[in-house]
């Protein structure tokens, strides 16, 4: 929130509209208004918007945040935002409609010149070794009960990727920059890329874990990576179908996409 406050206290003057898309509770819709800006449309598809309108009243911002109960693809406005600010990601910016939300919006509900908050987030990638975290996942299928068998949901287990938390000692190679989403300029919600990694030291790779520098504004930034202080959105682990013994002149490669299907990004 530190980052958001201090990228939206720079932005707004005192004619600034914005748009505040998943909106919420409401939070950055009053701070804009706090910060100056003379009209805020706050955007949220759920009932959460009921608590961002009676915020605004009770913070005395109720004649300048306009609460709308939507999704900004089905929405209009009368007066073109000076700035759009989100955070529809969920643990990666891949999430749900996230992209073509954005793209959307800076097409049709941003006045030109205008601003988005954030400006990129760059996701990067390393292939980790997390042995408790893995077997915690798999083992409980591998185990026999009842002389029953259940490996098989173990292969549907490694298929599925997890949040994690990650610290620095538990990856294998240096981090590799897989994407830089530029908000003012992405159009396709297609991503793919190969990255090769080799290994730092010897080590049981688990799997790749993917996190993002999010860049709100110039020299306003946050990180999940690992090491940093912690987020709400933790890292993206995808695990290995089995781990995998390495040393340090292996070579690993990785070839992934992102794909929108429906409503969703289906990753492989």
Excluded at 124 to 132: C, G, K, L
């Amino acid at each position: 929130m530190r980052a958001y406050s201090g990228a939206l206290k720079r932005a707004i003057t005192s004619d600034s509209c914005v748009l505040d898309i998943g909106a919420g509770t409401g939070i950055l819709s009053l701070l804009a208004c706090q910060y100056g800006a003379r009209k805020v449309y706050a955007v949220e598809p759920s009932s959460a918007i009921v608590v961002a309108d009676e915020a605004a009243r009770a913070n005395g911002f109720g004649d300048r945040i306009e609460c709308i109960q939507a999704l900004s693809t089905d929405i209009t406005l009368p007066d073109k935002a000076d700035l759009i600010v989100s955070d529809l990601r969920g643990v990666l910016p891949l999430f749900k409609q996230h992209i073509p939300s954005i793209v959307d919006a800076r097409r049709r509900l941003l006045a030109p010149g205008g601003k988005l908050i954030p400006k990129r987030d760059v996701l990067w990638a390393a292939i980790v070794e997390m042995a408790q975290h893995y077997d915690s996942l798999v083992n409980p299928w591998l185990r026999e009960r009842f002389e029953l068998n259940m490996e098989r949901a173990s292969q549907i287990v490694t298929n599925v990727w997890e949040r994690a938390r990650v610290t620095p000692e538990q990856l294998l190679t240096k981090p590799h920059c897989w994407l830089t989403i530029d908000y003012l300029t992405v159009q396709s919600t297609n991503v793919a890329a190969e990255m090769t990694f080799q290994p730092t030291r010897s080590g049981t790779g688990h799997g790749f874990v993917v996190w993002f520098d999010a860049v709100l504004d110039d020299g306003i930034e946050f990180s999940n990576a690992p090491g940093q202080p912690e987020q709400i959105y933790a890292s993206g682990f995808f695990q290995w179908s089995s781990p995998v013994a390495l040393v340090p002149h292996d070579t690993g490669w990785l070839d992934s996409r992102a794909d929108p299907v429906g409503s969703y990004h289906v990753r492989t």
